[in-house]
């Protein structure tokens, strides 16, 4: 099943946007999910991730800001961001995770194409 992000723009800072990752297939087929970005010139970083009972973890980052959610019946994964900040200015892609020895690992190759957001002071 492959996920791809859309959902990004252009907004002023101290707006939102929310993001969002359809799954081409039944998104419970596993059961962690997350949200990356990668900013220009820095490597991508882990933001926000999903169990398949809810359960949710941020990056201190995004913590107070940004909520990940997930719809099963859209087989839809979420990212509302709030409060934005130009340092919030990235490519964002959704990612099936591995937990493996207390951490999350992407579950996949294929990135896809992202969706980018950017963040005007």
């Known amino acids: 099943v492959q996920l791809q992000a859309y959902g990004g723009g252009l907004v002023q800072a101290g707006g939102s946007l929310r993001l969002s990752c359809a799954a081409s297939?039944?998104?419970?087929?596993?059961?962690?999910l997350g949200w990356y970005r990668q900013a220009p010139g820095k490597e991508r970083e882990l933001i926000a991730t999903?169990?398949?009972?809810?359960?949710?973890d941020y990056a201190e980052s995004v913590k107070g800001r940004f909520t990940i959610s997930r719809d099963n019946a859209k087989n839809t994964m979420y990212l509302q961001m709030n409060s934005l900040k130009p340092e919030d200015t990235a490519v964002y892609y959704c990612?099936?995770?591995?937990?493996?020895?207390?951490?999350?690992?992407?579950?996949?190759?294929?990135w896809g194409q992202g969706t980018l957001v950017t963040v005007s002071s």
């Open positions: 297939g039944d998104i419970r087929s596993g059961n962690y």
């Open positions: 990612m099936w995770l591995l937990w493996y020895d207390g951490s999350y690992y992407p579950a996949d190759d294929w």
């Open positions: 999903i169990t398949a009972t809810d359960n949710t």
